[in-house]
């Protein structure tokens, strides 16, 4: 069974930092890419990274390049999302993603709420 569980949110100020991890099992981890997605109450739920198989090739959106950074330990099965200079603006539930077997696997989410 494919399992993805996020941890590491919380409650941050403005300009703080947060590490998430997305522990995944079920599935050969190493050989699928990974991503971290968001969504804001009201919003929808939109893409802020991802990172290849190999951690080889990355992306993030233009909102948190420069301030928040994608990792993975295959060794470990996890996938890290490092959250740095935050804004209000990042509050949101978020969530890590695989596609694998055919359909998309999400986790449960976790909470980054950035006060001003």
């Known amino acids: 069974e494919v399992q993805l569980v996020e941890s590491g949110g919380g409650l941050v100020q403005a300009g703080g930092s947060l590490r998430l991890s997305c522990a995944a099992s079920?599935?050969?981890?190493?050989?699928?890419?990974i991503g971290w997605f968001r969504q804001a109450p009201g919003k929808e739920r939109e893409g802020v990274s991802c990172?290849?198989?190999?951690?080889?090739?990355?992306h993030y959106a233009d909102s948190v390049k420069g301030r928040f950074t994608i990792s993975r330990d295959n060794a470990r099965n996890t996938v890290y999302l490092q959250l740095d200079s935050l804004k209000p603006e990042d509050t949101a539930v978020y969530y890590c993603?695989?596609?694998?077997?055919?359909?998309?696997?999400w986790g449960q989410g976790t909470q980054v709420t950035v006060s001003s």
């Open positions: 993603r695989v596609g694998a077997y055919g359909r998309d696997f």
């Open positions: 990172i290849s198989s190999s951690g080889g090739t990355i």
């Open positions: 079920g599935f050969t981890f190493a050989d699928y890419a």
